[in-house]
Structures are given as structure tokens and as C-alpha cells.
């Protein structure tokens, strides 16, 4: 058999928003299937695979590229059955590689998970790889002779507090600087340290602390804090001073993992008590308000009527009170002195609590744990191989997203309740359960043949939330679509709703191509796409909508809804938007 041909390359990006993965991706289209290892070179940074056997019969390949990471591909027949392709970096790049066997492909994805940055130190947006961002705001964020423990701990809090406003993933960034995910101001985003600045403050120790803080984000991989799939809001703070806050207290919004725990371990900390002093002149310049005033004197000058702090006495009440030996006020001079405890807003982790523990003997799961409690860690599933310049092993290292053989994509739809859960009642009796079920089996007629197709049920039975969420991350769907119909207690509210999950770029994306696709088959008001914490957009890791029809409380739209032929006509229309919204992501 002769050894397969390369017969050229592609590049394009790769983005995976249920991972949280971006890639640049190279493609080596093939005639057939072959083994490769990879290594990595040096200034300038290269990727290199050597494929075998393989060979190349148009001389040297080139495609340029410039897409900030892979400045261009190269790829040349070598001798013995072999071509080498090798990838120009802008900067070292954790990959992963794998085959395709239909059309046979290599598909080498290099990793360019990075931040935008606004840095104030250089008052410009800077892109930065998301772990040597993070570097430098573990060094800006904590002293970097913090215990192992603890800096893991604030990698992996700084690591999902980062993603969770990148804009690549449907973050919404930094609201002061328009184009960046995050600005360096610890107290609007989170402080950032360059390298120049730490290597002029560091000086001797630059390599050794740098180095501590390197291995503290390598260490916890690409670790992230999460409530459900997603990152959760993981703020962090100096230090508590005894209970860390809720975050409803401080931001008015409440969260189930930041609800405050006590926290008596950052007393340690050198910020855990401070007393502030003012002057009750300074006092006065601060708070745009007089702290001491006298605001009515008698004949005599003496003090008919004073305020302190707000609250009006007479002079003898002040007198009496404070011990006075007369009303008559010369002058009020003196400090106003304020003891607090703990230093920001003490918000989610406490970083000396952390530091605390770790000296504890805690490890950063334990701590991440305590303080986001009902959280768990969740990785970004990139796997890192290069910049060790050690040849690795050609097998897929990771189980590829298209998969061998590319099977059909598994799509998920969801018929709402069921069983002992009715859903909305249509004012003839018609059952909400019912309505969804025939519904979703037309779309899954529908969509069978191009997609693989799985219901959370095919019957009237009782199918809980869990086991429907369970149903789509286990079958690894790429889309979930919940089926349901509206209620309402006024009979005259009608119309079509889509949701999806706050923030959910692709949720969005497939919650409007449901939502244009019923309305165009029903005509019926459209009331919008809306974004909804419900708990199968949340616990689904692929993208998700969940379609509210029509309205069965509505007596016209439940006539719509018990109709057989409007039945299949919205089957066909959820149809045809899973088909939208594949032909737009892929
Ligand atoms: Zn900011
Ligand atoms: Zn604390
Ligand atoms: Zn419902």
C-alpha cells in the first residue's frame, strides 16, 4: 500500500464555548491515515510533527497564517516515507493533536486561551496567554511568599474570575475600558503586575518568587471554581476580618456559594485590625458634612442648638452628655479615630483566610471549597503537551470533538414535564405534557437522519430535571432544546418566548434561531429571547434554549397547541432551527 499523501493545509480557529476552549487549528488533509510524533523548538518558538510514513510530492509547502499565535505552517518531504510540518509560534503553546479518519486529517490544536487587558501601568489594551496574565495577578493580588496552598488557591480563583468575563464566552469584559476582558485596577477588576515591574521591585528574587507563582497556576492546570458547568462569580478579597460578607449584602445579589462563612484564620493577616485617624477637619472634607457644628448660639455666644454626627442637641444636652463645663464652645478640635477589621469588601475568598489554612495544612480544594461553598473544580479540558521539548507519543492525546469516523451530532430535546407533573392547563382541559411530547417527537422525526437524536422521554412519564441534564452531558450533545407551553392566570396573554442562559453566547445564538423559526410558522405575538436561569439552560453543558410555544392558558392558542397539523408544523419549525443554528456554528 503506498504511504498516504499530504495534499494540503488549512487553518482556521477552533472554539469550543462548553469547554471554554480556544484553538488555533491546523488541519493536514491526507489520502490516508498516519502515525506522527511532535516536539518543540526553541527562539523561535516552533511546533514540529514529523508524519510517518507520509509523503509530500510538492517540494515545500507554506501557508501563512498571522493570527497572533501561528505565524505560518510549513511542511516538506523528508527522507525515509516521512514529511514534516512545523508550525511558527509567536510564544510557546500548550497543543493537543489528533486524527480524523473521514476525510483522513491530522488536526493539530494549539491553545490561545488569552485575556485582553487594559494596564493601567501602561494606559494600553495588551493580549496576554490567560496563565501569564495570571502570573502577574497572583503577583499583584497576594505577596508571593504566600504558602503553595494558598497561591493555588488564588490561581484558580483568579483563573475563573478571568474566564467568566472573557468576551470570547459570552463575558461581558471590563465595563470601564471598552475591548478589554479585564483592566488592572484591583479595585474594579483584578490588580496585574507586568514583568518589568516586578522584576524592578523583586530585583534578586525576581526568578524564585516569579517562579513560585509560575508553578502555582501550572500546578492547578486549568482549573476553574464551578457552580453547575459554568465559572462561578469567584471574588475574592484581603482579608474578612472574622466572617467573609454575602454577596447580597455588599452587591445586592445574591448567590447560593457566596453566602459568607466565618473565617478566623486571616488573623494573621497585617491589615486584620487598622485604626484610622482623621482630623475632624479631615473628617468633615470627606464626608461633605460638618461632624461637629454649632448652629444656633444665644445673646451670649453660648450654644443654644449643636449637631454632632447628624443629630441636632441643645446646649445643655451637650453639655450634660459630654461633660461640658459650659455651653460656651470655643473651639472643637481633636481626631476622630475608626478601628475596622479586615480589608476590602469581603466578598468569597479571603485570601490571608487562605493563607491561614494553607499554614493549616488545608490544600487549595479544601480552601476553594470553604469558601465558595456547593462549588466544585471543573477544567478547561485543553491537554497540555508542548514546551517541554519532549517528543510525544503520536495517538490522539484527548478524545477529538468531531471524533473518529465524525458521527452524527447528538442533539438533545426535551419535552417539559410528564407524568405526575402536568405543566400549564389549557382552559379545555388540554395538558401542557401532552402538547410537548407530540411536539418534540415531529421535531425528532424530523431531525432524524442528519442528527442523532435523544428524547428525556417518549411517553407520559415523570422525568426529573437531573436526569434530563444528565441525558444531554452524557450522550455529550452539542445542543439542548427544552420543549414547553406558556401559562398564564390572564387568558388574554399569548404569544411565542424563547430562553436561554444569562450570558450564553451560543444558548443566544440557538434560543433566536428557535424563536424566528416559530414565529414564522405560527405568526402568533413574539414576545422575545429571553435569558433565564432555569435549571436545564444551567446544568446542560452544551448550549441550550428552552422554547415556550404558545400560551395553553390562551383558549386561541390552545386550539393551536391540541391541533395535530400545528403540532407537526412546530416540530418541523424546532427542526429546522437546530439546523440553523448547526450550519451557523460549524
Ligand atoms: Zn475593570
Ligand atoms: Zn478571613
Ligand atoms: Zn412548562
Not at 518558538?45 to 510514513?53: K, M, N
Not at 517562579?211 to 469567584?234: I, K, M
Request: glycine residues 10%; neutral net charge; contains cysteine.
Amino acid at each position: 500500500m503506498p504511504a498516504p499523501e499530504v495534499t494540503g493545509v488549512r487553518h482556521g480557529l477552533y472554539r469550543d464555548d462548553a469547554n471554554l476552549l480556544l484553538a488555533s487549528r491546523v488541519v493536514v488533509d491526507m489520502t490516508g491515515l498516519t502515525d506522527w510524533t511532535w516536539f518543540t523548538l526553541t527562539s523561535p518558538d516552533r511546533l514540529v510533527f514529523d508524519l510517518s510514513p507520509a509523503v509530500f510530492g510538492g517540494g515545500v509547502g507554506h501557508l501563512p497564517v498571522g493570527d497572533g499565535l501561528v505565524r505560518a505552517v510549513r511542511w516538506a518531504a523528508h527522507p525515509g516515507e516521512r514529511v514534516r510540518v512545523v508550525l511558527d509560534l509567536t510564544r510557546p503553546a500548550a497543543h493537543r493533536s489528533f486524527r480524523l479518519v473521514d476525510p483522513p486529517r491530522l488536526v493539530i490544536d494549539v491553545d490561545r486561551l488569552e485575556v485582553t487587558l487594559y494596564s493601567h501601568e501602561r494606559a494600553r489594551l495588551e493580549v496576554l496567554p490567560l496563565d501569564e496574565y495570571l502570573i502577574g495577578v497572583l503577583a499583584a493580588e497576594v505577596p508571593p511568599t504566600f504558602q503553595a496552598e494558598a497561591l493555588r488557591a488564588q490561581a484558580v480563583a483568579a483563573r475563573t474570575y478571568t474566564l467568566r468575563r472573557l468576551r470570547t464566552f459570552g463575558g461581558r469584559g471590563c465595563s470601564v475600558h471598552p475591548g478589554a476582558d479585564v483592566c488592572s485596577d484591583p479595585a474594579h477588576c483584578q490588580g496585574y503586575s507586568s514583568p518589568e515591574r516586578l522584576r524592578d521591585s523583586w530585583r534578586e528574587d525576581y526568578d524564585a518568587l516569579r517562579g513560585r507563582l509560575a508553578a502555582a497556576v501550572s500546578d492547578t492546570h486549568n482549573l476553574f471554581v464551578a457552580y453547575g458547568p459554568r465559572p462561578a462569580e469567584a471574588v475574592y478579597h484581603s482579608t474578612c476580618g472574622g466572617h467573609t460578607a454575602s454577596s447580597a449584602e455588599v452587591w445586592g445579589q445574591s448567590l447560593p456559594y457566596l453566602e459568607g462563612v466565618p473565617c478566623e484564620y486571616c488573623r494573621i493577616s497585617p491589615g486584620y485590625r487598622e485604626t484610622r485617624r482623621l482630623s475632624l477637619a479631615e473628617a468633615r472634607r470627606r464626608l461633605m458634612a460638618e461632624f461637629f457644628a454649632v448652629k444656633e448660639t444665644t445673646a451670649s455666644g453660648r450654644t443654644r442648638r449643636a449637631e454632632v454626627a447628624g443629630c441636632s442637641f441643645t446646649g445643655s444636652e451637650l453639655r450634660d452628655r459630654l461633660g461640658l463645663a459650659s455651653t460656651l464652645i470655643e473651639s472643637v478640635s481633636g481626631d476622630l479615630a475608626v478601628t475596622t477589621r479586615g480589608s476590602g469588601h469581603g466578598v468569597g475568598l479571603c485570601q490571608w483566610g487562605a493563607e491561614g489554612q494553607a499554614r493549616l495544612g488545608r490544600s487549595y480544594r479544601e480552601i476553594l471549597r470553604y469558601y465558595y461553598p456547593g462549588t466544585d473544580l471543573r477544567g478547561v479540558r485543553f491537554v497540555s503537551g508542548a514546551g517541554g521539548g519532549a517528543p510525544g507519543p503520536g495517538k490522539p492525546d484527548s478524545p477529538s470533538p468531531e471524533g473518529p469516523g465524525e458521527p452524527q451530532p447528538v442533539v438533545v430535546i426535551d419535552p417539559g414535564h410528564g407524568g405526575v407533573d402536568p405543566g400549564a392547563v389549557g382552559p379545555r382541559g388540554t395538558y401542557e405534557k401532552d402538547v410537548n411530547l407530540a411536539v418534540s417527537l415531529a421535531a425528532a422525526e424530523a431531525l432524524t437522519g442528519r442528527v442523532e437524536v435523544h428524547l428525556t422521554r417518549r411517553e407520559d412519564e415523570t422525568v426529573s430535571l437531573r436526569r434530563r441534564t444528565d441525558l444531554a452531558n452524557e450522550k455529550k450533545a452539542v445542543l439542548f432544546l427544552s420543549v414547553h407551553a406558556n401559562g398564564s392566570v390572564r387568558p388574554e396573554a399569548g404569544g411565542t418566548e424563547t430562553y436561554h442562559f444569562p450570558g450564553s453566547r451560543l444558548g443566544g445564538l440557538l434560543a433566536r434561531a428557535v424563536q424566528r423559526r416559530l414565529l414564522e410558522a405560527l405568526r402568533r405575538r413574539d414576545r422575545g429571547v429571553k435569558e433565564a436561569d432555569f435549571f436545564v439552560l444551567r446544568e446542560t453543558i452544551c448550549p441550550a434554549a428552552l422554547a415556550e410555544v404558545l400560551f395553553l392558558t390562551n383558549p386561541r392558542e390552545e386550539a393551536l397547541l391540541r391541533d395535530p397539523g400545528v403540532q407537526r408544523k412546530v416540530g418541523q419549525a424546532l427542526a429546522a432551527a437546530v439546523f440553523d443554528y448547526l450550519a451557523e456554528v460549524r
